[in-house]
């Protein structure tokens, strides 16, 4: 029987994961679903294991439940599955009351046979921090989102109470702990199923056939062609209004925008800047331009001989006429970036002195700094339009060309797309042209993450940056729940990345999607992550 259970369960995994598709039916997609271009392929169905990408930007919130979500509007979190929460004076010991009756998809490759309970949310979270959990090291044992964050040290255990109560217990205050788990990346598995496929000794396959609690599940993957969700008809917050979307993950570029105009493609994520002017005149197409959580900026490889010099970092950051990228990348919809975090964020600070552009300037630190004959430097740039820059070639070709105005020659290198779990493959490079969409509206997200000791530890620090000063800010504005005490900190911490320029900030996008008018129901957020249950057709 076990050999049995296995055949059956690995010749699903190569029928779903390599059929060569029939060609999706466009008619009936209207009448019952609708398609979603312009994401790429994903690395895994598990938000668990990436960093950003289709997988945690679109997939998570349709597949999956998470205790807590993040209300758009005040960025706070509010009850999901976690009905209640309690916390202890010491801020240490979070409890939350799960929601009675929250129900697992039921697969052809799993059937449930209970509701989502504590259990599953220990399982879940367990999997990150302990390394003797049976899954820690399935799918690689890297949790970069979590890592980016020390997850792992902070959070010291997770007890269910009850088959309703879990309880985590923290290693010290952390008072981004409840926006942490509600966000995309924090959701909750089914240990049932996890038990059933360490049974078959088929254990990968929980990342690759997603068993969740959200209002779709998997239907059908087709490699670089398309993914199909279908609605989960026992979904615990009413069903979804559409039977299926489809995710179309066959082109990208101009190509997603001509299977909009013919009616192939519904909805389109992060449109190129210069396909906006055709969408607008499209009396079929409405987009939807909703502020977003996100940062473009150069991080700045501070083990190069030069760039270990300040003076070379602030040089390069005064050449940049950022409003000629506003201009030619964002067509008016971007703003400047002064900092890290973005205008709509309560910690925000304005720097315009050290943010600015100043030619002479920057030609006098260069001099100072003995490159006064000029400087030859290397910049990776990943290709893919995305909310914090919707044309990432064109920033590339005008920052070279500021560059080659103060005498750094400025060789552009570039690939399809990127995220921090690459940098060691390109760990010789001297830039690198990217961003960073936030999960939560605290500081900290952003922050964190990309610059902290500990980031830079696990490799995923995009400057190769320590600065225990600036860490030692972090940790403080994370143990008290003082307002004024938290900005002063993070005032304090821009201060340093504005005074030593491990990144050197460019833009703020706004996050654009496109849709057909028949369709209404989405969601608008600073988030990326939104489910797409009350989507519907309208005739």
């Known amino acids: 029987m076990k050999a049995f259970l296995r055949l059956s369960l690995g010749l699903l995994g190569i029928g779903l994961l390599t059929a060569c598709g029939e060609d999706i039916d466009h008619q009936d997609v209207r ?17 668990q294991l990436v960093d950003s990408g289709i997988t945690a930007e679109a997939l998570s919130p349709q597949l999956y439940d998470t205790l807590l979500t993040l209300d758009p509007e005040s960025h706070q979190p509010v009850a999901s599955i976690a009905e209640s929460w309690t916390v202890n004076d010491a801020g240490t010991e979070y409890i939350f009351k799960i929601k009675d009756g929250v129900s697992f998809q039921t697969t052809p490759w799993f059937t449930p046979t209970r509701p989502l309970n504590a259990q599953d949310v220990v399982f879940s979270f367990k999997r990150i ?15 970069p989102w979590f890592a980016g964050l020390d997850f792992q040290n902070l959070v010291q255990d997770v007890i269910a109470l009850d088959d309703q109560t879990v309880k985590f217990v923290l290693s010290q205050p952390n008072f981004a702990f409840l926006a942490n788990i509600a966000t995309s ?49 026992a979904y615990w917050n009413t069903q979804a209004k559409m039977k299926q979307v489809v995710f179309d993950i066959s082109h990208r570029g101009t190509g997603t925008l001509a299977k909009l105009l013919r009616n192939e493609c519904d909805v ?18 409405e987009i939807d331009a909703t502020p977003a959580n996100n940062v473009s900026f150069i991080a700045i490889n501070t083990d190069h001989p030069a760039l270990s010099d300040v003076r070379v970092r602030q040089a390069l950051n005064l050449a940049i006429n950022r409003q000629n ?13 002064y900092t890290l975090l973005p205008p709509n964020s309560w910690a925000y ?3 315009s ?45 005008l920052i070279q060309a500021s560059f080659a105005d103060i ?16 940098l060691d493959s390109i760990n010789s490079i001297d830039l690198l042209l990217t961003g960073w969409i936030g999960d939560t509206g605290d500081p900290d997200n952003f922050f964190r993450p990309l610059l902290s000791c500990e980031s830079e530890r696990v490799g995923l620090n995009v400057s190769m940056w320590c600065n225990e000063d600036f860490d030692f800010l972090l940790d403080l504005a994370l143990e008290t729940q003082e307002p004024r005490y938290r900005l002063n900190l993070y005032r304090q911490a821009q201060n340093i990345l504005n005074e030593e320029f491990p990144v050197i900030p460019l833009a703020h996008g706004v996050q654009f999607r496109v849709h057909n008018k028949s369709l209404t129901g989405f969601k608008s957020s600073p988030f990326n992550a939104q489910p797409f249950d009350n989507v519907e057709r309208i005739h």
């Open 268 to 285: 389109l994520a992060s449109p190129i800047s210069s396909q906006i002017p055709i969408i607008q005149e499209s009396e079929q197409l």
């Open 31 to 47: 009448e019952n679903r609708f398609v979603f271009c312009g994401h790429g392929k994903p690395s895994t169905f598990n938000p």
């Open 185 to 233: 990346h924090a959701v909750i598995l089914s240990k049932e199923y996890g038990n059933e496929l360490i049974t078959h000794d088929e254990k990968a396959l929980i990342d690759q056939f997603p068993i969740g609690s959200g209002p779709f599940q998997l239907k059908e993957y087709q490699p670089n062609d398309l993914i199909r969700l279908e609605r989960h008809p």
């Open 349 to 351: 600070q304005k720097d």
């Open 353 to 397: 002195v050290k943010i600015r552009y100043d030619r002479n300037y920057a030609i006098a630190l260069l001099r100072e700094a003995g490159f006064e004959k000029g400087l030859n430097l290397t910049m990776w740039v990943p290709l893919e339009p995305r909310a914090f820059d919707p044309s990432p070639r064109k920033t590339a070709e």
């Open 407 to 422: 005498g750094v020659k400025l060789e552009i290198l570039t690939n399809d797309r990127f995220d921090r779990t690459q």
């Open 129 to 143: 921090i302990d390394v003797n959990h049976p899954y820690h090291d399935i799918g690689g044992g890297f949790y």
């Open 325 to 337: 990228i506003l201009d030619s990348v964002y067509y008016g919809t971007g703003t400047q970036a």
